[in-house]
């Protein structure tokens, strides 16, 4: 079988005077899920219009197994898509809504009571999609996604509107999607929504690449050697440490992170010195905090272009550490 990635290449989309996609180029690959992340406006939805063939690009390509979208012979057993789930009319019930799907597109018709089940859709499947609720209107439209059993799928904000049980289903099936070999790219606007679910991140900002990056890699980066102390006897605890080297600020009131010395040494002078501690571990950053690295020095850039005020303001609470010499913005390049 072909390998199915998503190939984009030297992407441009300009809306009038702003580019919103700007020159992307990034692979997906089968066998995992990739996220796709970026602040409101940072041109996921038109990159992920132009590979279903939706908008036409300025320039570059996007391709499905090597082909354009349109070029596809049998498009919807390849590529499923959600990109926009307000597109269902609302007088039409759920069911029918996918039985025309399937017979518009040659489908067997048997694919529409096994996805209303796959999204826990069967027992709304008679209700008219005009009175689902906002999850309800994903989980429909993640159905209309699955219904030709493609092997490539692309999710524009499928956590959008769930509840938690619902982010929780999303979370489980595009890692069985993903587990079973197909190819996963699924967005998102809050990175801590793909902390559980990506294996692989690419990071967009005004419509250029900022990062393309294995989760764990980015997470590692960001981990620094801080570690998290508690202990009741925070006086203590500071002298020895900071006599062994250990830079030590204050969490709270029983609680400091320590940096140049590893969790082992930590607990080994702590003993040593016979002062008790009740938790001890390496500071593990979110992906949150890693999204906030790497955009710092690309938000800090916008800040001065008053065009960009979305995009700065979503990822500009400034915590954390600094963020090294090389910038998320010459990264991209
Ligand atoms: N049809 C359009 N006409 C004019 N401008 C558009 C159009 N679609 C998108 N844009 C602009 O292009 C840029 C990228 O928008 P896009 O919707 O692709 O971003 P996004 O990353 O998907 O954002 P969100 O997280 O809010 O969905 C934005 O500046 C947006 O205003």
């Given at each position: 079988?072909?390998?199915m990635t998503i190939a984009v290449?030297?992407?441009?989309?300009?809306?009038?005077?702003?580019?919103?996609?700007?020159?992307?180029?990034f692979t997906v690959r089968p066998g995992r899920v990739t996220g796709f992340?970026?602040?409101?406006?940072?041109?996921?939805?038109?990159t992920?219009?132009?590979m279903?063939?939706?908008?036409?690009?300025?320039?570059?390509?996007a391709l499905i197994?090597?082909?354009?979208?349109?070029?596809?012979?049998?498009?919807?057993?390849?590529?499923?898509?959600?990109?926009?789930?307000?597109?269902?009319?609302?007088?039409?019930?759920?069911?029918?809504?996918?039985?025309?799907?399937?017979?518009?597109?040659?489908?067997?018709?048997?694919?529409?009571?096994?996805?209303?089940?796959?999204?826990?859709?069967?027992?709304?499947?008679?209700?008219?999609?005009?009175?689902?609720?906002?999850?309800?209107?994903?989980?429909?439209?993640?159905?209309?996604?699955?219904?030709?059993?493609?092997?490539v799928l692309i999710?524009?904000?499928?956590?959008?509107?769930?509840?938690?049980?619902?982010?929780?289903?999303?979370?489980?099936?595009?890692?069985?999607?993903?587990?079973?070999?197909r190819t996963v790219l699924v967005?998102?606007?809050?990175?801590?929504?793909?902390?559980?679910?990506?294996?692989h991140?690419i990071?967009?900002?005004?419509?250029?690449?900022?990062?393309d990056?294995?989760?764990?890699?980015?997470?590692?980066?960001?981990?620094?050697?801080?570690?998290?102390?508690?202990?009741?006897?925070?006086?203590?605890?500071?002298?020895?440490?900071?006599?062994?080297?250990?830079?030590?600020?204050?969490?709270?009131?029983?609680?400091?992170?320590?940096?140049?010395?590893?969790?082992?040494?930590?607990?080994?002078?702590?003993?040593?010195?016979?002062?008790?501690?009740?938790?001890?571990?390496?500071?593990?950053?979110?992906?949150?905090?890693?999204?906030?690295?790497?955009?710092?020095?690309?938000?800090?850039?916008?800040?001065?272009?008053?065009?960009?005020?979305?995009?700065?303001?979503?990822?500009?609470?400034?915590?954390?550490?600094?963020?090294?010499?090389?910038?998320?913005?010459?990264?991209?390049?």
């Amino acid at each position: 079988m072909t390998e199915m990635t998503i190939a984009v290449s030297g992407l441009s989309k300009r809306y009038g005077r702003t580019p919103a996609v700007d020159a992307l180029s990034f692979t997906v690959r089968p066998g995992r899920v990739t996220g796709f992340v970026g602040p409101n406006g940072a041109g996921k939805s038109t990159t992920m219009r132009m590979m279903m063939g939706l908008d036409a690009p300025d320039a570059g390509t996007a391709l499905i197994g090597g082909l354009p979208y349109r070029e596809l012979p049998d498009p919807l057993r390849v590529v499923g898509a959600l990109l926009d789930a307000e597109a269902v009319h609302p007088g039409r019930r759920a069911r029918a809504h996918l039985l025309w799907q399937a017979r518009y597109n040659g489908l067997p018709v048997r694919r529409v009571d096994e996805v209303l089940e796959q999204v826990g859709l069967d027992p709304a499947a008679r209700r008219r999609a005009g009175g689902f609720s906002l999850g309800m209107r994903q989980r429909l439209g993640i159905a209309g996604a699955l219904l030709g059993d493609p092997q490539v799928l692309i999710l524009d904000e499928p956590v959008n509107g769930l509840d938690p049980e619902g982010i929780r289903w999303i979370r489980g099936l595009l890692r069985s999607l993903a587990a079973e070999g197909r190819t996963v790219l699924v967005s998102s606007h809050l990175m801590g929504e793909l902390q559980d679910t990506a294996d692989h991140l690419i990071v967009i900002g005004r419509g250029r690449l900022l990062a393309d990056t294995e989760v764990d890699e980015l997470l590692a980066a960001a981990s620094d050697d801080r570690v998290e102390l508690r202990t009741a006897h925070r006086a203590e605890a500071m002298a020895v440490l900071a006599a062994e080297g250990g830079t030590v600020s204050v969490l709270g009131p029983d609680a400091l992170t320590v940096t140049g010395l590893g969790a082992e040494r930590i607990a080994a002078e702590l003993a040593s010195h016979a002062v008790p501690f009740a938790h001890l571990a390496p500071h593990r950053a979110s992906l949150e905090e890693a999204y906030l690295d790497l955009t710092r020095e690309a938000a800090d850039y916008r800040a001065h272009d008053p065009a960009a005020a979305p995009a700065a303001a979503a990822s500009g609470s400034g915590s954390g550490s600094g963020s090294g010499s090389d910038s998320a913005e010459e990264k991209g390049r």
